[in-house]
């Protein structure tokens, strides 16, 4: 099981990135996803998450309103939209399949995890 996260890189603060997160069929299957970062120094820390259908979102109250975590079964791909980047958002990004077809925010509830992409903003 293999979870491929992509699309991170250098922006300004005030730009924006589109994160996306590629897995298998067995995957995605009935699974809630979610994004979770790594800043240097710090623990990991819960971003957004998704239901398997899509129907229900959660996020973190740092990026609430600036993110947008949204999915594709049809190609087993969920993305995070992220404006208005802050400096404070450098970060180690993860994608995350959870056990479970609900969102989680728990870093427990989640089963399999890619190996991160990374997202630097600058002031």
């Known amino acids: 099981v293999q979870l491929q996260a992509s699309g991170g890189g250098l922006v300004q603060a005030g730009g924006s990135l589109r994160l996306s997160c590629a897995g298998s069929?067995?995957?995605?299957?009935?699974?809630?996803m979610g994004w979770f970062r790594q800043a240097p120094g710090k623990e990991r820390e819960f971003v957004a998450a998704?239901?398997?259908?899509?129907?229900?979102?959660y996020y973190s109250d740092s990026v609430r309103g600036r993110f947008t975590i949204s999915r594709d079964n049809a190609k087993n791909t969920v993305y995070l939209q992220m404006n208005n980047l802050k400096p404070e958002d450098t970060a180690l990004y993860y994608c995350?399949?959870?056990?479970?077809?609900?969102?989680?925010?728990?870093?427990?509830?989640?089963?399999?995890w890619g190996q991160g992409t990374l997202v630097t903003v600058s002031s």
């Open positions: 995350a399949a959870a056990r479970a077809a609900w969102a989680q925010k728990v870093p427990s509830e989640y089963s399999y």
């Open positions: 998704i239901s398997w259908r899509g129907s229900n979102t």
């Open positions: 069929r067995r995957t995605f299957s009935n699974n809630g």
